[in-house]
Structures are given as structure tokens and as C-alpha cells.
């Protein structure tokens, strides 16, 4: 919700190439009240603990494990332009690129349900398996159906997508966008 402010805010405030400070001043200010926000909303339902260096490194260490995980999915996708870089033409790396974003936000549309059944099965895993197992195979069906969905979505108004978001110039988008609408479904 910070961004949709700071997005709208940033209409009215700025007018030439001058005013480009004012995007980083909306942008940090935005991201300030909403972090402030969060904490606050944090301590109103959960007590004020004092800070340890020796709790902070242990909690770094349980979560290391996940922490790889996302970094190697993070380094893996986005290295795909830069190394495409190296070997291929600047108009290709657009190509590919402009394909990539689209099918990025595409992606996100599955984000949402594994975020909001993953603390659910866990804590259902330890206490009763049957029901964690019925809620781990109902996520799976959901993400699969939007999976289909969107990637059929994807694949169907690939030419139009294209031709409004990435605009005159990247028609070769198109087939790689197409392929890449199987993503949505093959991602977890």
C-alpha cells in the first residue's frame, strides 16, 4: 500500500528531470512510514524483547538453510539477462528481458497462496499430519488451477501484452514470452 502512495504521490510532485530527488524522497519516506507502521503494529500484539547479538546469530543460523536457498533462486534469475549478455546481442537481451518481466508478474499470481497456506501446513505438520496433508494437496490444486490460468492467460495475450506493455520493437518478445508462459505452472 506504501507504493501505490508513494507511486501517486509522485504524479503531481514531479515536472521535469529536476524534480528526480523528489522520487527518492517520496520513495524513502514512503518506505519509512511503512516500516514504522509494521513495527508498530509488530509490539501491539507482541512483547518488547531486547536485542541480543548471540539470539540475532542464532536465529541467522536456523534459517541459513532457507537463506541459500533464496539466494541461489535470486542469483539464478537474475544472472539469465547478464549471461545472455555475454552471449548475444543487445536487441535478443531486450528481447528476452522485456519477456522476463512480463512473465515475472505473471509468476507472482501464485505467490500469494503458497505464502498463505505455508504457515498453516506448518504447524499442522507436527500436531496432525492427516490435516496438514489435506491442506498441502488443497494449496497444490489451488496453485495448479491458477498455474493454468494465468499461464494460459499468458500464452493467449502474449501479442497484445506485448505490443501495449513493451511496446513497437519487441514483437520477437512474443515467442519467448509464449514459452515462458509454462512458468506459472512448473513454479513452486
Known amino acids: ?4 502512495a508513494a507511486a501517486a504521490a509522485i504524479f503531481p510532485l514531479v515536472h521535469s528531470p529536476a524534480d528526480a530527488w523528489v ?10 512510514c511503512v516500516a514504522l507502521t509494521a513495527i508498530a503494529l509488530t509490539y ?29 533462486v535470486s542469483l539464478y534469475t537474475t544472472a539469465n539477462v547478464l549471461l545472455l549478455g555475454v552471449l548475444a546481442s543487445p536487441s535478443v537481451v531486450g528481447w528476452f528481458a522485456g519477456a ?8 507472482g499470481a501464485t505467490g500469494p497462496i503458497s505464502q498463505a497456506f505455508y504457515p498453516r501446513i506448518a504447524n499442522l505438520a507436527p500436531i496432525n499430519h492427516r490435516e496438514a496433508s489435506r491442506a498441502l494437496w488443497s ?4 496453485m495448479i488451477a491458477i498455474g493454468l490460468i494465468v499461464g494460459t492467460s499468458m500464452f493467449i495475450a502474449a501479442p497484445l501484452a506485448v505490443r501495449i506493455l513493451l511496446g513497437h520493437g519487441f514483437e520477437r518478445s512474443i515467442p519467448v514470452l509464449r514459452l515462458m508462459a509454462r512458468c506459472p505452472l512448473l513454479s513452486p
Do not use: D, Q
Open 1 to 4: 500500500m506504501g507504493g501505490v
Open 139 to 142: 494449496s497444490a490444486k489451488l
Open 100 to 107: 522476463e518481466k512480463l512473465s515475472k508478474v505473471a509468476l
Open 44 to 72: 501491539r500484539n507482541t512483547p518488547f524483547i531486547a536485542l541480543s547479538l548471540k539470539a540475532g546469530w542464532r536465529a541467522l543460523l536456523s534459517g541459513r538453510s532457507l537463506f541459500l536457498f533464496k539466494s541461489a
Open 23 to 32: 522520487v527518492l524522497a517520496v520513495r524513502a519516506i514512503s518506505s519509512c
